[in-house]
């Protein structure tokens, strides 16, 4: 029960945001106990007397709602179970029935009045639902409505079918209130932290079976009914769940057959404390890929990195990085950030890694969970972003805006580690299918977190998808080819302690090494003599590239065999590169030229590194022409 504890605490220690929408759209909120968020479609004002003011259709940008419950409506499903405020029609409408034909309607209306009238007779009551109470005993909610033109008749006098609100029919319209009284700064009864305080402490009140709640170690009020909507409003699984009495969930367990109380007793207010915490940093920080979500939290709310985001991200925020050209310019970078992280956490901070996924509808399990001290938290990250890196230019960051008004986006080039996600995009492509997608970032996790080796598999299969250019764009072939030379770095240097550089290394005697720089001259080759006619397309070395992996002395032949009109067509132009391609070939021994093994992955490094430098060299020539036109108009100006 450890994770409740941890959550538990976390809310103990955020209460100031208890309460506290947030400013975004999804107006994100850390609940009260004893409360839930729902969907408002209509908004009704009342003054401090009960009577009608207004009402209005809430636009889809405001509708998330705080709302009183208790545990049977928390967990209803269609029976007679009223939340004690703001609810549907068929609750809150005394003249429901009166334009609706629903048998049971009335004993709905009845249920809700006679708990709200509980809650404003006892010693917790408030104003303002007092005022929610003595206008709806008038029994003219609808009424009102229709009068306001929010709600539409049929020619027969009742409510129309097929008006909807929302996605629901107007007769399944959600109700919430505002309650307007002189002096009072706050009337949205959902917002008001009095009316908050007024129901816990009621509800509470109304507690009376005790139990040993495991989490806190005391006896208090418990509950075995316990949260849903964790990962979003419409979620139905639960973490805890203890209706399967027939079954096998706890039959017979601890000599207690049939009495789910001597598996587990959780305190209501610890299992509200810690279910409402986790919903919470759901929404605000965690990552989601379908049903599966992956959190990483600090128990007092602390500003950390976050693992499932790649190095600019995570570390450096996402504004455009400062140009950054090397390896120890990135960790002197690296070093900084963690530096900062580390002023705000120390040895006794915790850090909580939480992955979850639907098991079935019902259910919710617990894939993944570490905890772990804030300094060995960030000493784990810093060592991934430090040995998973490359330089990279898929990333886009804001610039500016277009004569329309639309936000612009420009491609900036980064070095550190990709994402889990990327990675898993990089490995399978993005028609990959979720179950696949979610095995694959857990498995990152624990790379991350745990310190395990690179899976083989991950690098593998990136390899091939980066080794085969011409089945995906060019732009997503970029990508590939970048996060593959990380997740190579990564693992050569996990398993074999090896140090690869991002920069050519034109001392490097390892052979597959050697024959990536040998593609990419060939290939420079080719580029060159189809540009100096005005033609762009594949090169052979693109189209060949997956074979030269599988069979570098057969398919070289092939490519030098292809090469030669090309060659003649550069003639002396191509001199430097063709003497280049000969000083590279002679590096590698003729046994290991002629070998029958195929390439290892290290090749992929050469191929990147060495057609780098024709790309440095090319932005060089463009960025040195630029400027001399500049000078020339300017010259001319003068």
């Known amino acids: 029960m450890s994770w409740i504890q941890k959550l538990y605490d976390t809310y103990e220690n955020c209460r100031i945001e208890v309460g506290v929408p947030g400013t975004d759209e999804k107006r994100i909120t850390l609940l009260p106990i004893a409360h839930s968020t729902q969907n408002a479609h209509i908004e009704i004002a009342i003054n401090g007397d009960g009577e009608f003011l207004r009402a209005r259709i809430l636009e889809k940008n405001e509708v998330v709602t705080i709302i009183p419950v208790n545990e049977d409506s928390a967990a209803r499903g269609n029976g007679n179970l009223p939340h004690p405020l703001c609810d549907k ?142 990962r979003h409003t419409g979620d139905k699984a639960k973490l805890i769940s203890a209706n399967d009495d027939t079954g096998f969930t706890y039959q017979g367990r601890l000599g207690g057959k049939n009495d789910k109380n001597k598996v587990v007793s959780i305190g209501y207010e610890t299992s509200q404390k810690a279910h409402s915490a986790l919903r919470w940093l759901i929404e605000k920080q965690g990552y989601k890929n379908g049903d599966q979500v992956i959190i990483v939290w600090g128990t007092k709310n602390q500003d950390i990195p976050d693992p499932m985001c790649d190095t600019q991200d995570s570390m450096f925020g996402k504004e455009e990085p400062p140009a950054i050209s090397t390896e120890k310019e990135f960790a002197k970078r690296l070093n900084s950030a963690i530096a900062g992280y580390g002023c705000d956490l120390n040895t006794k901070a915790e850090i909580i890694i939480m992955g979850l996924d639907a098991a079935t509808t019902g259910r919710l399990s617990i894939t993944y969970y570490r905890e772990l001290d804030g300094i060995d938290f960030l000493n784990r990250i810093e060592n991934w972003h430090k040995t998973c890196i490359w330089q990279h230019t898929y990333k886009k960051v804001p610039d500016g805006v277009d004569e329309k008004g639309k936000l612009k986006f420009k491609a900036i080039t980064f070095i550190g580690a990709p994402s889990p996600k990327d990675i898993a995009l990089a490995c399978y492509g993005d028609k990959v299918n979720d179950k696949l997608k979610k095995s694959t970032v ?185 400027k001399k036109k500049l000078q020339k108009t300017n010259e001319g100006e003068i």
Not at 529 to 551: P, S, W
């Open 442 to 626: 857990e498995r990152l996790l624990q790379c991350i977190i745990d310190g395990a080796r690179i899976p083989y598999d991950f690098v593998n299969s990136a390899l091939n998808r980066a080794s085969n250019p011409l089945s995906m764009e060019n732009w997503e072939w970029q990508k590939t080819l970048t996060i593959t030379c990380a997740l190579v770095k990564k693992y050569r240097y996990d398993k074999f302690k090896e140090e690869w550089s991002m920069s050519l290394d034109e001392n490097q005697r390892d052979r597959s090494y050697i024959f990536g720089r040998l593609l990419a001259v060939a290939q420079q080759i080719e580029e060159y003599a189809l540009y100096t006619v005005g033609e762009k397309r594949d090169t052979n070395a693109e189209r060949l590239m997956h074979q030269f992996k599988i069979h570098p002395y057969k398919t070289w032949g092939i490519i030098t065999d292809k090469l030669k009109p090309y060659m003649a067509r550069l003639g002396l132009k191509g001199t430097s590169l063709t003497e280049l391609m000969t000083k590279i070939n002679s590096m590698i021994p003729y046994e290991e030229f002629i070998s029958l093994k195929k390439l290892d992955d290290s090749y992929i490094l050469g191929y990147y590194c060495q057609r780098q430098v024709f790309i440095n060299e090319k932005n060089k020539r463009i960025e040195e022409n630029a």
């Open 89 to 230: 029609l068929q609750y809150v409408a005394g003249d429901y029935c009166n334009y609706v034909d629903k048998k049971k309607g009335e004993e709905f209306y009845k249920n809700y009045i006679e708990k709200l009238e509980g809650w404003c007779n006892s010693p917790y009551s408030n104003t303002k639902v007092s005022a929610i109470l003595s206008y709806l005993k008038n029994k003219a909610l609808i009424s009102d409505l229709i009068h306001q033109k929010i709600m539409i008749c049929n020619d027969n006098g009742g409510l129309k079918q097929g008006v909807k609100l929302g996605v629901s029919d107007q007769s399944d319209a959600f109700i919430r209130f505002r309650v307007e009284i002189s002096g009072e700064d706050e009337s949205a009864v959902w917002l008001d932290k009095d009316i908050y305080e007024s129901y816990i402490n009621y509800y509470l009140s109304l507690q009376e079976k005790v139990d040993l709640c495991y989490v806190k170690g005391k006896v208090i009020p418990c509950s075995v009914k316990h949260s849903a909507k964790i």
